[in-house]
C-alpha cells in the first residue's frame, strides 16, 4: 500500500534523489501496480539474462549484486559492487534507495519506537534488481541490491546476509585505529563482502 | 589489592573486552600525540614499567610461587603463571643463547590485539603490545633482576608470531641464589 503510493506520487512529491528517475519510474510503477503474478510472468517473457546473471542463478543463491554501508550523514562509508560495466547504476540504485529507507524510518518511528526493526526488507524492486535495506540505531545504513532472477534467495537469508555485515561492521569500529566517519579500508570486511557477492569471471 | 581467586575469575570475565578496547584508546590516543612511532613506544614502555613496579606484589601476593632458582625458572614463572593470570594466555618459552640470559615468550593469541587488524600504513614501525614489555621489565626490575625486555616479532607487523625476547643483564656480583620472582 505504502509503495503504490509513494510511486504515485513519484513525479509529484519524490525525495531529492527519486526525483532525478525518469526512465526506470514509469517501469517500476508499471511493474508494482501489475500485481506479483504478473511482475513474474513479466520477467519470464524477457529476453534471457546475460551469462553472468545465469552463473549466479546456478550457483549457491546467497549471492549480492551490490553491497553498501552508508553513514549517518547519508554518505557511502563502503560501497562495493559486481565489476561489470555499468558499476555507476549500482551506485544511482544506492543513492536513491535512501529515500525509501528515510521514508520507512520515519514511518516506524511514529509508531512505537522501541518497536521498530533493524531489518528494514525490501525498499523497492526495479525489473533487474531488488534493493534491500537494514538500519542500524546509530542510523548506519546497509543496503543490498540482489538480482531478481536468483528468486533462491529467501528472507531468512537476507537476514542473516544483514546480520553478517552488522557483526563485521561491529568489528570495524571496535579498531582503535578507525575513526567513526571514515571510509572502511579492512581486508576482513572485504573478505566477508567478497563470500557474498555474485561471482563473476 | 590481593582479592580471592573466585572473584578475579569473574573480572576477568566481565571486563575483557573492555580492557581491550581501553588499551586501544590508549593506543590510538598516544598515536595522536606523537608524531614518531619511536616516541609512542617509548611512552608505552614507561607506562608498562610504572604498571610493572606496581604489579610485582600483587603477582607475589596472589601466586605465592616460590623461589626461583634460575634465569629459565624465571621465565617459566612469567609465562605460565603471570601471563595466564592477567592475560590469561600461556606463552610458549624458548631459550634462544648459550649462556642461558636470553629467553623468548612465544605468543599464539594475543587478546590485546583482538580488534587491531592491521597497524595503519603511517605506523609501520609500532610497537602495539609495548606496554607488556615495560610491566614485564618493570616487574623484574623490582625482584632485583634487571632485564630487556623487547618485540622480536609481532604478528601485526606480518610475522608469523609475536614474541618477546627478555634478556637477563648480568650483575656484577655473580649471585648463585637469586631472589624471589
Same mark, same amino acid.
Given at each position: ?9 513519484? /513525479? ?35 529476453? @534471457? ?12 543463491? #546467497? ?18 559492487? =559486481?565489476?561489470?560495466? +555499468? /558499476? ?11 529515500? $525509501? ?10 509508531? %512505537?519506537?522501541?518497536?521498530? /526493526? ?16 537494514? =538500519?542500524? +540505531?546509530?542510523?548506519? #545504513?546497509?543496503?543490498?541490491? $540482489? ?55 | 589489592?590481593?582479592? @580471592? ?5 569473574? +573480572? ?8 581491550? %578496547?581501553?588499551?586501544?584508546?590508549? =593506543? ?15 611512552? %608505552? ?20 610461587? #616460590? #623461589? ?22 600461556? @606463552? ?17 593469541? +594475543?587478546?590485546?590485539?583482538?580488534? $587491531? ?31 630487556? $625486555? ?10 608469523? =608470531? ?10 656484577? /656480583? ?8
Amino acid at each position: 500500500m505504502r509503495r503504490r503510493r509513494r510511486l504515485g506520487g513519484a /513525479e509529484a512529491a519524490a525525495g531529492p534523489r527519486a526525483q532525478h528517475r525518469q526512465r526506470g519510474t514509469s517501469t517500476a510503477l508499471a511493474m508494482a501496480t501489475a500485481g506479483p503474478r504478473a511482475r513474474r510472468a513479466s520477467r519470464e517473457r524477457r529476453p @534471457p539474462p546475460p551469462p553472468h546473471v545465469t552463473r549466479g542463478r546456478g550457483g549457491r543463491g #546467497k549471492m549480492a549484486v551490490c553491497i553498501a554501508v552508508i553513514a549517518k550523514e547519508n554518505y557511502p562509508l563502503y560501497i562495493r559492487s =559486481v565489476p561489470t560495466e +555499468n /558499476e555507476l547504476k549500482f551506485h544511482y540504485t544506492v543513492h536513491t534507495s535512501l529515500d $525509501v529507507v528515510d521514508e520507512k524510518i520515519s514511518a516506524m518511528g511514529k509508531a %512505537l519506537v522501541d518497536q521498530r /526493526e533493524l531489518y528494514l526488507g525490501l525498499l523497492y524492486p526495479t525489473e533487474d534488481y531488488k534493493v534491500y535495506g537494514y =538500519v542500524t +540505531n546509530s542510523k548506519v #545504513k546497509f543496503v543490498m541490491v $540482489v538480482d531478481s532472477s536468483n528468486t533462491a534467495l529467501r528472507d531468512n537469508e537476507i537476514r542473516s546476509m544483514f546480520r553478517k555485515l552488522h557483526n563485521s561492521y561491529t568489528d570495524i569500529m571496535c579498531n582503535p585505529f578507525y575513526n567513526p566517519g571514515d571510509r572502511i579500508h579492512s581486508r576482513a570486511f572485504d573478505n566477508m563482502v567478497n563470500s557474498m557477492m555474485m561471482q563473476v569471471c | 589489592m590481593s582479592r @580471592p581467586p573466585g572473584r578475579k575469575q569473574e +573480572n576477568h570475565k566481565i571486563s575483557g573486552e573492555l580492557f581491550v %578496547l581501553t588499551y586501544g584508546a590508549l =593506543v590510538a590516543q598516544l598515536c595522536k600525540d606523537y608524531e614518531k612511532d619511536e616516541d609512542v613506544n617509548t611512552c %608505552l614502555d614507561r607506562m608498562g614499567y610504572g604498571i610493572g613496579v606496581r604489579l610485582i606484589d600483587d603477582f607475589l601476593a596472589r601466586s605465592a610461587v #616460590k #623461589k626461583c632458582r634460575s634465569y629459565s625458572e624465571t621465565a617459566d614463572m612469567i609465562a605460565q603463571v603471570a601471563f595466564k593470570m592477567y592475560l590469561g594466555i600461556t @606463552p610458549t618459552v624458548s631459550c634462544s643463547s648459550a649462556a642461558g640470559n636470553e629467553f623468548s615468550l612465544i605468543l599464539d593469541k +594475543n587478546p590485546l590485539v583482538d580488534f $587491531v587488524e592491521e597497524l595503519p600504513a603511517e605506523r609501520a614501525s609500532l610497537c602495539y603490545c609495548n606496554l607488556l614489555c615495560g610491566v614485564i621489565r618493570g616487574a623484574l626490575e623490582m625482584v632485583h633482576l634487571p632485564a630487556e $625486555v623487547t618485540f622480536l616479532q609481532d604478528r601485526l607487523k606480518g610475522d608469523a =608470531v609475536t614474541e618477546i625476547g627478555i634478556t637477563f643483564l648480568r650483575k656484577s /656480583e655473580d649471585r648463585k641464589h637469586r631472589r624471589n620472582k
